[in-house]
């Protein structure tokens, strides 16, 4: 789907909400066919006004206010294209990294999958990550150095280390570098939204290792 066809079916589906109240994020994510984390993104980046409400500070969104930020970038046409999160995942398993890509895109997310540790420092040198599903098993640079070298770069990306070997001393080296995530094999999709979610959180509250 285009920027503009976005936008089009955005404009649709916001008319059928109520004209009188202000609008939750969940309501608004289904307007645009985004994720919910994503309007957050918005909101957070001054794209998209919101208020807060409530002793724990929901968001609520006014109509008019969507309507002004679909016009912008329906303009633009680049509507749910600019601003996304931006996923490395580094594993040697085809398929665990055909199943991580097809999550992290379908939540509206850019993935860039890599094979080994030696092609994840490139893509790390190309530029910046919001998360890194990072496999600590890997041939040649194992995961722990490509570890270490991302918390030597001062990188702000959220870790989630990939293992299926939780209790083995190489996943113990990789929490001792610092806050992380682990996602232990085998996850299903469910496990890779949860972390999603945790890293978009990690921004603003710190980070726990969370096991499964």
Known sequence: MTGKDQTTRGQRELSKLSHMRLLTVQEVAAALHVH?????????????????????GDRRFNREDIRSFLNHWDRSGQLGNSYRRKVLIVDDERRIRSLLTDVVTEQGCE???????????????????????????????????????????????????????????????????????????????????????????????GLNSVGR
């Open 111 to 205: 993935a860039v999958s890599v094979e080994s540790g030696e092609r994840a420092l490139e893509e790390l040198g190309k530029g910046s990550f919001d998360l890194v599903f990072l496999d600590l098993v890997l041939p040649g640079l194992d995961g722990v150095d490509v570890l270490r070298a991302i918390k030597a770069n001062g990188s702000n990306a959220v870790v989630a280390v990939v293992t299926g070997y939780g209790d083995d001393p190489i996943a113990f080296d990789a929490m001792s570098q610092g806050p992380l995530v682990l996602i232990r094999k085998p996850f299903d999709t469910a496990d890779i939204i949860r972390v999603l979610d945790i890293a978009t959180g990690a921004k603003r509250e």
């Open 36 to 56: 919910p984390n994503t309007v957050r993104h918005w909101s957070d980046e001054g794209l998209l006004k919101s208020s807060r409400i409530g002793p724990r």
